[in-house]
């Protein structure tokens, strides 16, 4: 019933700020335009479509916030307008009072404000979808004064996330039983690890340790600025941080301006992206405009900072290893390991055809190779991929989507940065580096030396095992010597029987044939 009630509120918001019109009016069609203007009657659609659809997904809450986030960096697949109007969720999101946030503060860690912080701004500097930030001064236990940011979670966020994740959840079992195609995109397994990753950017505890994993995988590359925490004045619902400095990475002009060498910029995104994921197996997912910013600081000019660790992506080994030689068979354009790999996988039936999936994903992909990015129409090869993946009943892997969506973020970045980044020679020459560890004599090196304490605490009780080997050796013949003469007494045994079974039916049949003579003698 409840799932009912927000599905019926949906519905109304989006006819009070006309999205029904939004998309009927995008149709060529006379009559749907003419559709369009009878449904318009009585209604107030006089501000820009694009303005009225960022307010409606501020009103239906942080799910669709997020929604219109992933929505704004992919200005190649909306018009401008739209665009512009999207880009203003990524943290420019109504905030909530700050007597609420001052007293979130003080009932986490039991104290006045005024025992915290030397100074706390009142004013939130930023405000997002799931929490909001005020710049204040904290003194440290060695009395230092330090800068810091106070990210405090919004309030009654859990209740809202789980009725919309209600309604997600039916539409997808829905969605699920209608036809043997839905059950192949996994439609409730999809759902399923956005509750479980917007579960996780509830508890800002977790983003905190989130962000001190990322900020020691990060600390040789001295490519990107990650926060230090306060670990003293973390909470589930409050964490403190220290204060960056920096420009955001949506203000091209004033980096420019600035001096910031965008194509560098641009190049040093990819390979913080593919080191995360290669190398480390833990991304920053939540990669908009809004959570990157540049530093102008002469000590740290030009280097990324990261922001907003809410969600953040893992992956296997064998995730890794996967992937990478997708991505690897893709740059040389070996399309038949790709179509190897995605049967090996079992993303596609075993009995798939490598020569046929090879020329499918060849004819899909080639056209694209040699491109400058803002040539490249990922929409268009989306959509020619979804229509291969659905002849060839390929299988969406939920476990992935987190990828997938931080890939679109990483793309949309770069076609601001430099629109003639060639992604793929920039990527390649990584990965082909990141195979050649994996598998090459560094690889062997590395393994040896983790396992080397495990080997020498083995290697004292060699002597030991090895007897107890041989013995159980020894056991194990004399065991098969007793099993040999079982199985003799067995054979000896059947035939015994046989012989009395073959015997008694003898015996029946001569009483029979001598019953038999004996009537012929009477008659």
């Known amino acids: 019933m409840r799932q009912l009630a927000r599905g019926a509120y949906i519905s109304w918001i989006a006819l009070r700020y006309g999205l029904d019109e939004l998309v009927l ?97 009142r004013t939130p500097i930023a405000s997002a979808s799931i929490a909001q930030v005020h710049f204040a001064v904290l003194r440290t236990r060695k009395g230092e004064q330090r800068e810091v940011a106070v990210k405090v979670l919004r309030p009654g966020m859990l209740a809202t996330i789980e009725n919309d994740l209600a309604l997600m959840r039916m539409l997808a079992g829905w969605v699920q039983r209608a036809s043997n195609e839905a059950k192949r995109l996994k439609p409730l397994e999809v759902v399923g690890e956005f509750d479980k990753y917007l579960h996780d950017e509830l508890d800002l505890l977790r983003e905190a340790s989130s962000a001190a994993q990322l900020r020691r995988n990060m600390v040789d590359l001295d490519l990107v600025l990650i926060p230090e ?50 190398r480390d197996g833990f991304f920053h997912a939540d990669m908009h405009p809004g959570n990157i910013q540049v530093s102008l600081d002469p000590a740290t000019f030009g280097r990324y900072i990261s922001l907003d660790f809410g969600i953040v992506g893992t992956l296997t080994e064998f995730d890794k290893e996967y992937l990478a030689q997708n991505f690897t068979a893709f740059f040389r354009r070996d399309y038949k390991r790709v179509a190897e790999l995605h049967i090996e996988s079992g993303w596609v039936p075993a009995s798939t055809r490598v020569d046929e999936l090879e020329a499918a994903i060849r004819a899909v992909c080639e056209p694209y190779f040699d491109r400058p990015l803002k040539e490249i129409s990922l929409g268009m090869v989306l959509m020619r991929l979804f229509q291969t993946s659905r002849r060839f009943h390929v299988e969406i892997q939920p476990q992935l989507v987190l990828l997938q969506k931080t890939l679109l973020n990483i793309e949309g970045l770069g076609r601001e940065l430099d629109p003639d980044l060639d992604l793929w020679a920039t990527a390649k020459p990584f990965l082909e580096k990141w195979m050649m560890q994996q598998i090459g004599p560094q690889a062997l090196l590395r393994q040896l030396r983790d396992e080397a304490p495990r080997y020498a605490k083995l290697l004292p009780e060699m002597p030991r095992l090895l007897v107890d080997y041989l013995r159980r050796g020894g056991a194990s013949v004399q065991h098969d010597r007793q099993l040999q003469q079982l199985l003799a007494e067995q054979r000896r045994t059947n035939r015994l029987l046989q012989a009395i079974i073959y015997g008694g039916i003898g015996l029946a049949l001569g009483l029979l044939a001598m019953q038999l003579w004996v009537r012929v003698q009477l008659f």
């Open 25 to 121: 009016s995008s149709f060529r069609q006379p009559w749907l335009r003419g559709l369009t203007r009878v449904l318009s009657v009585g209604r107030d659609l006089s501000a820009p479509r694009g303005q009225r659809l960022r307010e409606a997904l501020e009103k239906l809450g942080p799910l669709f916030v997020k929604f219109g986030q992933v929505l704004s960096t992919r200005r190649d697949l909306l018009p401008p307008d739209i665009a512009d109007e999207l880009a203003r969720l990524q943290d420019r999101v109504p905030p909530f009072p700050s007597k609420i946030a001052v007293e979130t503060i003080e009932r986490a860690f039991r104290k006045p404000l005024d025992e915290i912080f030397i100074q706390f701004d």
């Open 229 to 278: 925490m306060f670990w003293d004045y973390c909470a589930p619902d409050v964490i403190v941080m220290e204060r960056m400095n920096g420009v955001p990475i949506g203000q091209t002009a004033r980096l420019r301006e600035a001096g910031v060498d965008m194509h560098r910029l641009a190049r040093d995104g990819v390979t913080i992206f593919f080191t995360q994921v290669f």
